[in-house]
């Protein structure tokens, strides 16, 4: 017979709000490259979306430049994440 012993863990509140700010922090940035796709999308569909007809390019390259920003910000975030729990609360690698 075999008695099975129920392991209590608790939650450390840091943590939750942690994991949750992170949850929030990469929402938000894949939103806003999700918003800067959609804005490309609409340019090459409809070129007379901007009103200065020669800034087309500039146009699409200034987008293209705010997802590589949100873009990096998303790694440096998920590389934190990642980072952070592979180390323990000294630093110290688990």
Do not use: C, W, Y
């Not at 949850?23 to 939103?31: Q, R, S, Y």
Request: aromatic letters at 4%; glycine letters at 8%; proline letters at 2%.
């Amino acid at each position: 017979m075999s008695i099975k012993v129920a392991s209590i863990t608790k939650t450390n509140p840091m943590e939750e709000l942690k994991e949750e700010i992170i949850l929030a922090l990469k929402e938000d940035f894949l939103a806003s490259i999700e918003r800067h796709r959609l804005n490309i999308a609409i340019m090459l569909r409809s070129p007379t979306a901007l009103q200065n007809h020669e800034g087309f390019m500039e146009g699409i390259i200034e987008e293209l430049r705010k997802i590589g920003d949100f873009g990096s910000l998303l790694a440096a975030v998920e590389f934190m994440d990642t980072h952070g729990k592979e180390e323990g609360e000294e630093g110290e690698k688990k």
